[in-house]
């Protein structure tokens, strides 16, 4: 059990450009969630996927964003065509979701996206 | 509206006090609470998880309590060190709805 990884964990890009994040969840989960945390606020849930299926999206995930899981495995999370507001840490959780306690969520280290 | 309070905002505690940290929720229907640690600049480290049937969890120097009727629940930190010195964040899963629904968070300072 390795935990949940992202990459890249920092990226810097001009307004206007596309940029895609990764996040491989523990093995095993089936569950991927993902979240955006602004400074001084607590993390705002976006989507998340039970296998390759994405169950829920969130208004904060406007048609500039689009996320996929195309095996189950690990997720990407694409936002186009940047814009200054989306600066934030963007966090990927996992869980085993197979209910009580194996709902219980295990975050990533982040990537931290800066537009300019 | 399912909304998630931690108050106070900042806290200052000496070393070796014991400390309490809050948080409130709207709808007692709740699935899940869960307890997360940050560091600055981090990710989420997962400290304790109450499900809705439980009315406390322990974890070392940690013990949450879940009380759904009055929407409250405590983290309980037992002499506190230095290294303690983070942001706590508390967030609910309702009943129907896997996502979780975060606080603002909690900044705790340890004065060496």
Not at chain 1, 50 to 73: H, M, T, V, W
Not at chain 2, 10 to 32: K, R
Not at chain 2, 75 to 87: E, H, K, R
């Amino acid at each position: 059990d390795t935990g949940v990884s992202q990459n890249p964990r920092h990226k810097i890009t001009k307004r206007g450009q596309n940029v895609t994040f990764r996040c491989d969840p523990i093995s095993e989960h089936n569950r991927l969630y993902w979240y955006r945390q602004t400074l001084g606020q607590g993390p705002e849930f976006l989507t998340y996927f039970q296998n390759e299926a994405q169950l829920e999206k969130s208004r904060l995930l406007s048609d500039r964003f689009s996320a996929e899981r195309p095996k189950g495995s690990f997720s990407t999370l694409e936002i186009q065509r940047t814009e200054q507001g989306d600066s934030a840490m963007y966090l990927c959780a996992s869980s085993l979701g197979t209910g009580g306690r194996s709902y219980e969520q295990y975050f990533g280290p982040g990537t931290r996206l800066t537009v300019t | 509206k399912q909304e998630v309070t931690q108050i106070p905002a900042a806290l200052s505690v000496p070393e070796g006090e014991n400390l309490v940290l809050n948080c409130s929720f709207t709808d007692s229907a709740i699935y899940n609470l869960q307890w997360f640690r940050q560091d600055p600049g981090k990710g989420l480290t997962s400290l304790l998880l109450i499900q809705s049937s439980q009315r406390e969890q322990t974890s070392g120097r940690l013990n949450a309590s879940l009380d759904k009727s009055s929407g409250r629940s405590t983290l309980y930190i037992a002499a506190s060190q230095p290294g303690d010195s983070a942001t706590y964040l508390c967030a609910v899963s309702w009943l129907g709805n896997e996502k979780l629904t975060f606080g603002t968070g909690t900044r705790l300072t340890i004065i060496p």
